[in-house]
């Protein structure tokens, strides 16, 4: 049995594999599931911390306290070596991301009942886009939280060459492949020439002809939807009386995962009472108070998500938004959510243009795009991303299980 595991710590969901016997395992990490949802839970009411599906369902049932999540995209920021609030006391986001990744490593070694102290890490291609510097620090933030909770090896694997090595293990002929990995913080980009012959190889550099990421994600498209469907109803791009409009940054706030909680500081808070007071249209400015008092951002959020996952197979969903104040019951189409993403999908799409001219690549050279990550179901960006390689086979890996699995692929051959 493999001494090592790989960990795909990833903005909405993350896993752990281990290979047993020539195969890579998905350890169960939360009710026999392979994912733990990327989330922590303070109950404020039972004094306890909540992960993953647990943590949603004791927000959702309304206790108090705070949800943090999309945690991963805080490395490589100012915001990382900042702090947060939870029951009255400052929590260091350092220390936030080191309990959830502590909690990720202790369900996988009660799953496989034996310890791990060696680790390859995924990472996207880019932390940070367009900065070197950052996107380093991320990375050696992650290694350093990485060791505070035990793991005395560590090693890193972009996340697309990964999935390729997972994709690999499935195929018996020579093929150049275009790994697609949109996850929940980033699209990624790999063109690599796989083969079984080839899986055999420690080193692999000269298997891998281009890498490319761009920092866009799930979480992104659940922003540019929020905004373009939900957060009018709350008062965005409406008016103040002396005609100027209101500030955006409420709204985008809590359209963005990470930063809900910034909605809720005394601050804000103080801000928008005098907004409302000089409302053009207050009733929206009402509904966007009542959200923020009731700490409903999250729930706000989830809807959004859900809606965003139901337009992958459907051409309208509609969001039952509940908890506003009055009720609503808002449709939304494929249609708003394919121009709202518009500026999303042609950036990613000139980064895996950008990628096959580096590589040299012929677009009809390419055999097969593979898919992963879980906002790769998004129909609009995967549709254009197969039109630039439009002689290549479609195969859809397991989304949210190839990366960790060709981790653990890659933590065998790196640690034994």
Same mark, same amino acid.
């Given at each position: 049995?493999?001494?090592?595991? +790989?960990?795909?710590?990833?903005?909405?969901?993350?896993?752990?594999?281990?290979?047993?016997?020539?195969?890579?395992?998905?350890?169960?990490?939360?009710?026999?599931?392979?994912?733990?949802?990327?989330?922590?839970?303070? /109950?404020?009411?039972?004094?306890?911390?909540? &992960?993953?599906?647990?943590?949603?369902?004791?927000?959702?049932?309304?206790?108090?306290?705070?949800?943090?999540?999309?945690?991963?995209? %805080? !490395?490589?920021?100012?915001?990382?070596?900042?702090?947060?609030?939870?029951?009255?006391?400052?929590?260091?986001?350092?220390?936030? =991301?080191?309990?959830?990744?502590?909690?990720?490593?202790?369900?996988?070694?009660?799953?496989?009942?034996?310890?791990?102290?060696?680790?390859?890490?995924?990472?996207?291609?880019?932390?940070?886009?367009?900065?070197?510097?950052?996107?380093?620090?991320?990375?050696?933030?992650?290694?350093?939280?990485?060791?505070? @909770?035990?793991?005395?090896?560590?090693?890193?694997?972009?996340?697309?060459?990964?999935?390729?090595?997972? &994709?690999?293990?499935?195929?018996?002929?020579?093929?150049? @492949?275009?790994?697609?990995?949109?996850?929940?913080?980033?699209?990624?980009?790999? !063109?690599?020439? =796989?083969?079984?012959?080839?899986?055999?190889?420690?080193?692999?550099?000269?298997?891998? %002809?281009?890498?490319? +990421? @761009?920092?866009?994600?799930?979480?992104?498209?659940?922003? &540019?939807?929020?905004?373009?469907?939900?957060?009018?109803?709350?008062?965005?791009?409406?008016?103040?009386? /002396? /005609?100027?409009?209101?500030?955006?940054? &409420?709204?985008?706030?809590?359209?963005?995962?990470?930063?809900?909680?910034?909605?809720?500081?005394?601050?804000?808070? =103080?801000?928008?009472?005098? #907004?409302?007071?000089?409302?053009?249209?207050?009733?929206?400015?009402?509904?966007?108070? /009542?959200?923020?008092?009731?700490?409903?951002?999250?729930?706000?959020? =989830?809807?959004?998500?859900?809606?965003?996952?139901?337009?992958?197979?459907?051409?309208?969903?509609?969001?039952? %938004?509940?908890?506003?104040?009055?009720?609503?019951?808002?449709?939304?189409?494929?249609?708003?959510?394919?121009?709202?993403?518009?500026?999303?999908?042609?950036? @990613?799409?000139?980064?895996?243009?950008?990628?096959?001219?580096?590589?040299?690549?012929?677009?009809?050279?390419?055999?097969?795009?593979?898919?992963? +990550?879980?906002?790769?179901?998004?129909?609009?960006?995967?549709?254009?991303?197969?039109?630039?390689?439009?002689?290549?086979?479609?195969?859809?890996?397991? #989304?949210?299980?190839?990366?960790?699995?060709?981790?653990?692929?890659?933590?065998?051959?790196?640690?034994g």
């Amino acid at each position: 049995m493999a001494i090592a595991c +790989g960990v795909d710590f990833g903005t909405s969901n993350s896993t752990v594999g281990w290979v047993q016997p020539g195969q890579p395992v998905m350890l169960g990490l939360e009710d026999g599931k392979v994912t733990l949802p990327s989330v922590v839970f303070f /109950n404020a009411d039972d004094e306890v911390v909540r &992960y993953g599906r647990a943590a949603l369902a004791d927000y959702l049932a309304g206790y108090e306290g705070r949800l943090m999540r999309s945690m991963k995209s %805080l !490395l490589g920021t100012s915001l990382m070596e900042g702090q947060t609030e939870v029951a009255g006391r400052a929590l260091p986001f350092r220390t936030l =991301l080191a309990q959830f990744i502590g909690e990720l490593k202790h369900r996988a070694e009660q799953a496989a009942g034996r310890e791990f102290s060696s680790a390859v890490f995924g990472r996207p291609v880019h932390f940070i886009d367009d900065n070197p510097v950052h996107d380093q620090l991320a990375q050696d933030t992650l290694e350093q939280i990485a060791r505070s @909770v035990g793991y005395k090896d560590v090693a890193f694997q972009f996340e697309p060459i990964a999935a390729a090595f997972d &994709y690999e293990s499935q195929i018996s002929r020579e093929e150049l @492949v275009l790994i697609a990995d949109i996850g929940g913080g980033t699209s990624d980009f790999s !063109l690599l020439r =796989l083969s079984p012959q080839r899986a055999a190889k420690v080193e692999r550099r000269d298997d891998i %002809l281009a890498n490319g +990421g @761009v920092h866009i994600g799930g979480t992104d498209f659940d922003k &540019y939807l929020s905004l373009a469907s939900v957060m009018p109803l709350l008062g965005y791009g409406s008016r103040l009386r /002396n /005609n100027s409009e209101v500030p955006s940054s &409420y709204y985008f706030n809590l359209a963005t995962w990470h930063t809900i909680n910034q909605a809720y500081t005394k601050k804000a808070s =103080l801000q928008l009472a005098d #907004l409302l007071r000089d409302a053009a249209e207050q009733d929206k400015l009402q509904r966007l108070q /009542n959200l923020i008092d009731d700490r409903a951002g999250h729930w706000l959020a =989830l809807q959004v998500e859900q809606g965003k996952i139901s337009l992958s197979d459907a051409e309208q969903a509609v969001l039952e %938004l509940d908890r506003l104040a009055p009720p609503v019951a808002l449709e939304i189409t494929r249609a708003q959510f394919d121009a709202a993403s518009e500026q999303l999908v042609s950036s @990613v799409e000139n980064t895996v243009q950008a990628l096959l001219r580096d590589a040299g690549v012929a677009p009809d050279a390419v055999d097969t795009v593979f898919f992963t +990550g879980g906002s790769s179901g998004v129909r609009l960006l995967r549709e254009r991303i197969a039109a630039l390689v439009p002689t290549a086979r479609r195969v859809e890996g397991d #989304l949210f299980g190839s990366i960790g699995a060709g981790l653990a692929l890659d933590a065998a051959r790196k640690f034994g």
